[in-house]
Nanobody
Framework: QVQLVESGGGLVQAGGSLRLSCAAS????????MGWYRQAPGKQRELVAG???????NYADSVKGRFTISRENAKNTVTLQMNSLKPEDTAVYYC??????????WGQGTQVTVSS
């Protein structure tokens, strides 16, 4: 019932910035937890950043201080601002939304590639 569409991925030089956006359709997100995960080739999918319905944020240690997650409930979106990008950040990034009663939805993913 909910579709998530990511945008903003691409190729960037190390030290550069990208902003990922995720737009949800089919439902409002005001009561949902939203976040970004990523998965690099040969590695497990990991949480990058999350934000609760109350606005509490959580970041992976590897991105803390460089990435910022935010949400705009009126637009049904969650955004990940990525600064000071490193080659290690290269991965497919997935938007995640969890509604009450464990209703979880995933986006299709957007590729982020950081060159040296």
């Amino acid at each position: 019932q909910v579709q998530l569409v990511e945008s903003g991925g691409g190729l960037v030089q190390a030290g550069g910035s990208l902003r990922l956006s995720c737009a949800a359709s089919g439902s409002i997100v005001v009561f949902a937890t939203m976040g970004w995960y990523r998965q690099a080739p040969g590695k497990q999918r990991e949480l990058v950043a999350g934000i609760t319905n109350g606005g509490t944020t959580n970041y992976a240690d590897s991105v803390k201080g460089r990435f910022t997650i935010s949400r705009e409930n009126a637009k049904n979106t969650v955004t990940l601002q990525m600064n000071s990008l490193k080659p290690e950040d290269t991965a497919v990034y997935y938007c995640n939304v969890e509604f009450p009663r464990s209703r979880v939805y995933w986006g299709q993913g957007t590729q982020v590639t950081v060159s040296s």
